[in-house]
């Protein structure tokens, strides 16, 4: 029987497949795109539970698979597949939310016209995100790192008929090539010094040779240099502050997507890749410069959460937040509490996004939440489950999985050795956190509803609350992981003590922190229900409370501080001026000396016109239609046409493949 590290390259391979599948499928083929993605998602859920297996009855021991990709002389690039424990455990979180949000998909999408489509860009973006979690190389690593940046923009201008889906599609795609570029760079810098991309090679890859570095202040530079760099492309994928602005706009895209984005797939690869490369984080000062933006981006999110009116905008700024929770544990040092809360938000943020699209999709598409109201006793297995995200994304003490990531979070920032700032700036995220939660419950599911379009919603059909219902069973399950039983029943069922790499129970070292972090969250959702639970229920279009109370300050969170109109000012205000500086240059200077040659000529040929003008005319035509021929035979290949060039593109893989097996004689 072939090993897990033989087969773990079918997890990203099968999707893939599916993806061909979905691109080739016809408005007909439909229901064949939609199950050829399910049952690829099923069969790579099933073997990444088998790599789990096999990944905990040898917990640390790296599994690996290199070959060699590009071999030129001496120089010999390789590319490789890796199964640990953490590859294991985000291979099952991927694929089993994944199926899941697949499964929604089809009775959220049932009614659209490029149903195969949508579901061959899923596909194509699962792919990419488990091709990150096995590969053994930060190249192959950045190759589908790219893919999923692709994909992204496919599924966030999936409506591209909505010029705000192709506008945030655009934003996405160029906000997160920023952050991609300092990867690249980082990549690169890496490579030159160390000689390999790989992550482990019997001794020889990057992060097992890092301890063996001089600890020498160029060095140490370098090494600190590259795991910012490198930090860069997570601050991009993650949506940390500064590039944090792609992030709320990606909410144009289907809810699906949003679920997709937000839970299991591209915001997770940034903290992923920072828990892979921790070894390499932990010399010089990287780690401080991870810290202080999660902690910077956690705050940052909570608060422009708090003036949000769209349901899936409040959601995707909480998203922001609790990244910035994850970059706070990894630059803290406790990348296992990053990983864990990496997991739990995972499933509660992917039933929050499901339970919004159920909810947007009873109330005819209406996301505003201060024209709904009243959803709970008309929608009552979304409520129930939704209320069970909200509880663990708040941090609801002690049944919700929620709770125990964030203590182990707020725990290892309480004991950095370095500053306890990040610390306090988490404690202000969780009551803000909780507030805003109450707030979106409150407007959502009480009272009355305040627009026609609630007055007839009604649940949805089976294919839409199952996945709610799994959802919130495991946004509770979860959390027993972070309890100090779970390591005490690992010894009884396995034999075996696996706590290493998985106790989290350390929280009750501090039983006064966990306090603490239980009254802030208790005053989170005290305050948001005295505001908003208990006042007379308001005519849709009616300011809020605080915006009466606090206008201008309500009017930048709003705006979300006017990120968006600052980078428009600065950058793009910027690029701008030197466009225009560009196409005057190009006009007038380069242009320009085009046009005085032709009249310095046009003036030459009216002196010489007597030197037998009828034979050079006669030539000069015949030379300008041979040029006029040989431009449109060519101007054919640059046709505009996108699908024309994916065509031939395919068919020239097609012909390499040929040719190259012929020269191989197979």
Not at 38 to 56: E, H, P, Q, R, T
Not at 129 to 146: D, K, P, Q, Y
Not at 268 to 292: D, I
Not at 581 to 597: C, E, K, N
Request: with cysteine; charged share 10%; aromatic share 12%.
């Amino acid at each position: 029987m072939p090993s897990s590290i033989d087969i773990l390259w079918f997890i990203p391979a099968l999707p893939l497949l599916a993806a061909f599948i979905g691109a080739i499928s016809t408005q007909r083929m439909r229901s064949v795109a939609s199950g050829s993605a399910l049952s690829a998602m099923a069969v790579s859920f099933g073997l990444s539970c088998i790599a789990l297996k096999d990944a905990l009855a040898a917990p640390g021991v790296h599994q690996v698979n290199n070959f060699s990709w590009v071999s030129v002389g001496t120089f010999n690039l390789q590319l490789g597949f890796l199964l640990d424990p953490l590859t294991a455990f985000m291979l099952v979180m991927v694929t089993f939310v994944g199926f899941l949000i697949f499964l929604f998909s089809t009775g959220y999408m049932k009614g659209d016209e490029n149903y195969a489509k949508f579901f061959c860009y899923l596909s194509l973006f699962a792919a990419a995100m488990l091709g990150i979690l096995v590969s053994n190389s930060l190249l192959l690593t950045f190759i589908c790192w790219e893919v999923v940046g692709l994909a992204s923009y496919l599924l966030i201008g999936f409506w591209f008929f909505k010029p705000e889906a192709a506008a945030a599609a655009k934003k996405a795609f160029i906000t997160t090539r920023i952050g991609d570029l300092g990867f690249l760079i980082g990549l690169i810098w890496l490579h030159s010094i160390s000689g390999t991309q790989l992550f482990y090679n019997n001794g020889e890859g990057f992060l097992e040779t890092i301890n063996l570095v001089e600890a020498t202040a160029p060095a140490l530079f370098a090494i600190s240099a590259i795991g910012i760099l490198l930090f860069c492309g997570a601050i991009g994928k993650s949506g940390q502050f500064p590039l944090h602005v792609w992030l709320p706009d990606a909410m144009e895209g289907p809810t699906p997507v949003s679920a997709l984005i937000h839970a299991a797939t591209m915001v997770a690869a940034g903290v992923f890749l920072m828990a892979r490369v921790f070894p390499l984080l932990e010399f010089g000062s990287a780690l401080t410069v991870v810290a202080y933006i999660g902690a910077i981006t956690a705050l940052l999110g909570a608060v422009i959460a708090v003036a949000q009116n769209d349901i899936k905008r409040i959601l995707a700024f909480s998203t922001v937040s609790q990244l910035g929770y994850m970059m706070l544990a990894i630059g803290v040092g406790v990348w296992e509490a990053a990983i864990f809360h990496l997991l739990t938000h995972a499933f509660f943020k992917a039933l929050l996004f499901l339970g919004a699209g159920s909810v947007i999709h009873a109330a005819h598409h209406e996301q505003d939440i201060r024209a709904l109201g009243g959803l709970a006793p008309r929608m009552k297995i979304t409520f129930a489950t939704f209320s069970i995200g909200m509880m663990a994304l708040a941090g609801v003490p002690f049944l919700f999985s929620g709770f125990w990531s964030k203590e182990a979070i707020l725990h290892g920032a309480h004991t950095w050795s370095v500053s306890h700032i990040p610390f306090y700036i988490g404690l202000v995220a969780v009551v803000l956190t909780a507030f805003y939660m109450t707030r979106l419950m409150a407007n959502v599911f009480f009272g009355k509803p305040r627009s026609h379009a609630v007055e007839h919603a009604h649940e949805n059909n089976w294919v839409m609350t199952l996945p709610l219902t799994l959802l919130a069973i495991c946004a509770i399950l979860l959390g027993f992981l972070g309890t100090p039983a779970f390591p005490w029943l690992q010894a009884k069922l396995l034999g075996k003590d696996l706590s290493g790499a998985l106790e989290f129970g350390k929280i009750f070292e501090g039983p006064g922190l966990m306090i603490t972090s239980i009254v802030l969250v208790a005053l989170g959702l005290g305050i948001g229900w005295a505001i908003y639970g208990f006042r007379k229920r308001e005519r849709f279009g009616d300011a809020d409370p605080l915006e009466k109370r606090f206008p201008g300050l309500w009017s930048a969170l709003e705006h979300r501080l006017y990120f968006d109109e600052l980078y428009a000012a600065t950058i793009l205000k910027t690029n701008s001026l030197l466009a225009s500086f560009s196409d005057w240059l190009d006009r007038w200077i380069v242009d320009g000396a085009v046009q005085l040659v032709s009249k310095l000529g046009t003036l030459l040929g009216f002196i010489n016109r007597d030197i037998d003008e009828q034979c050079l005319n006669a030539g000069f035509n015949e030379t300008a239609e041979e040029i006029r021929g040989i431009g449109n035979t060519y101007s054919k290949a640059q046709s505009g046409d996108v699908h024309g060039y994916l065509r031939v593109m395919a068919w020239g893989f097609v012909a390499i493949v040929i040719l190259v097996s012929i020269a191989l004689n197979i």
